[in-house]
């Protein structure tokens, strides 16, 4: 409400400007990059961006109400679906002018994907402590090193990626971070195939991949402080560029609509397992019921229990955000808590689909229970307590930074070079 | 349907919090606790007229304060966290809740008043404190005549005002006697009690004159038995609550081996794991009094709320217990307080078994 009352602009405002441009130059004739190069021409692609950039520096609750005129209208927004989110936003924060101006506005008109290059082999948990070597020879950087679970790098452009200049420094001090072009003979891309059957990430391998010198975002040696911006939008979930559901809600016949549902459905392939990780306990009371096990006292016990624990974590996330909004100082710890919440949930959720099925939980395949869902339940559970941070190191940030624990003593100080690693 | 608090609730939250700081230190709770009667008068006097507790959520009409059950619990939590040992839960919320969901108009107006003021302390008589399925199986009213006994009252021996729900030949009714110091048929006798700070007794009537207040329904009992879980579940967030923050102090202060033994991961883990599930706990009895104010939201919130507070509760006694080591297993050391009265909410008005069948049967109906 505040924010809305200090804006200059108000509401009725955004509508009326945003309806009449979208009627004078929306068109679903047109190919999808040249409405894309309209709009951002128009400064209707990322409005919650400064305006030097793009954007028209509107705040939340503006930004969302662009997005609702734009579903209303049927209208195409820019591309936002992906790690290309995590790109642009920290360019924006922490890129030069150069690198904004080279960028940004290609990965608002799809033309340009992108990856994240961030964890290793090596390290995974503790992201701070990799190896990827890069050395700046003759005016450019030369990187070699491995990168693992890189959504899209198989189709990327570009990435975002962080690598070691300095050995003889604590870990954290020598960090750089690059953006770094996929399209070069150093990179290879492989598929990584995962327990379930899909392969939504990669293994991305460098060998002497060059970096050119305007591409190290920051300072050399000050990538952790990047990376951190990163980590910290990939963790909010961030606010999305552009309407990215409007047309894909509602498709409608035209050129711009095929390609942008060909852009989607390459994009949001990797993703078409996730809310089976999360357990699907939305099927939990048909199959109980279609299966006759809802009969059974010990499977409505374990049912009430992962309906309690879901509700409750959808209410608990309610009432930090009321709490946010009231401008409250204590610490609400949504974030961290959701994520393990969401861990238990699909495992009691994982448990209770076994017991439902039974022996029909041996099957999996379009044949089997729910067409094959619940088996990917089952095989996909395993990923919610590990991707995105695991249940461990959200234990850590809850006890430490929440309830104010003291760390646990560490024996990764000193020189990067000393710290006892994976060979 | 409100999320967060108000101001004022907030505030409101601050006086009860400090009020009990002040009046209710576990050496008050340990005096307290070791009495017959179990309460202290003038602390009760101060609650129920300064402060004005003791009608929190009783409509203004009847001598209360007109909040609703949001309020109540605030109060009930801040109960909860201090232990508060007084007539608060038997009286305010057992007895006056039963009143306001099923006594006629002219009884809310006599009985209702004196429980508000603090100066009337009232029993709630139900013959299961299990299931409300049971209600009426051990309690009979003929020709206004209450036979039967009761395993299980709640501050019945201090209660001067009995509420009685027991089955006539035309089903379950509200009733009232009040009580003298030998009413005829009727024997009170304290229990021992796991947790010391409730006290139990047993009541037996035989062939008593009873005042029937109004009639219970099938709904109006769940309705009842809804309002006191809710309340219930908000004196048990309380006690998690105060459970796990003494449990960090504890061992941030503690060194084993060289260092805090709040240091070890094995330790933060779990106290991690306890907070995730009071959050959610606590955000579902919130939820759960919101709803009886509403009368809005799912059938099940008060059930939802009572399952997994009992869960949460004792699991927070256990490992504020297993925390501490030995220290813990004392009687000195206060944990145990707050352990018993975990186990003793546990089971009182329904286990979490309970709740959580009367949820799936609730979702059957709704579906």
Redesign the interface.
Known sequence: MSAKATSPQTDQAIRSELSQWLDDNWSADRSLLEWRNILVDGGWAATGWPTAYFGRDYNREQTALVYAIFREKGAVGAASIGPRRLASETILAMGNDDQKRRYLRPILTGEHNWCQLFSEPGSGSDLAGLSTKAVFIDGQWIVNGQKVWNTSAHHADYGILVARTHWELPKHQGISYFLIDMRQPGVEVRPLKQMNGHASFNEVFMTDAVVAAEDLVGEEGNGWAVAKTTLSYERRGGAPTLPAASAADNPRVGRVYSEYQKELAIANEPYSWYPQRQGRVDLV?SRARETGA?AN?VV??E???L???S???V??S??A???R??GSTEIV?AGS?GK??AS?IARQAAHVHTMISGADAMLSGPDSAAAGMIAEVLISVPAISIAGGTD?I???I???R????????RSDTGPFRDIKRNS | MQTGFSKDQHQFREIVSRFLQDKSPTSEVRRTMATAQGYDVDVWRTLSVEVGLAGTHIPEEYGGSGFGAVELGIAAEQMGRHLYCGPFFSSSVMAAYALLNSATESYKEKLLPGIAAGTSIAALVLDSLNTPDQIGSALTVSDGLLTGTADLVIDAHIAELLIVVAKSESGLGLYCLQRRDETAGMTIEPLETLDPTRKISKVCFTQVAVEKVGEVTDQSLNQIWDCICVALAHEMIGGAQQLLETTIEYTKMRYQFGRPIGSFQGLKHRCADLLMEIEIAKAATHHAARCLDSNEGEPYAASMAKALTADTYIKAAKEAIQLRGGIGFTWEEDTQLWYKRAKSCEVFMGTADFHRERMICLMEVGA
């Open positions: 009371m809802i006292p409505r016990q049912i009430a229990k309906f309690c624990m509700k409750g974590a209410l608990a309610q009432a955000e009321s709490k909004k009231s710890p808590i393990l919440a238990v461990e959200q234990r850590n809850i006890s430490e929440v309830l104010a624990m003291p760390k646990e003593q």
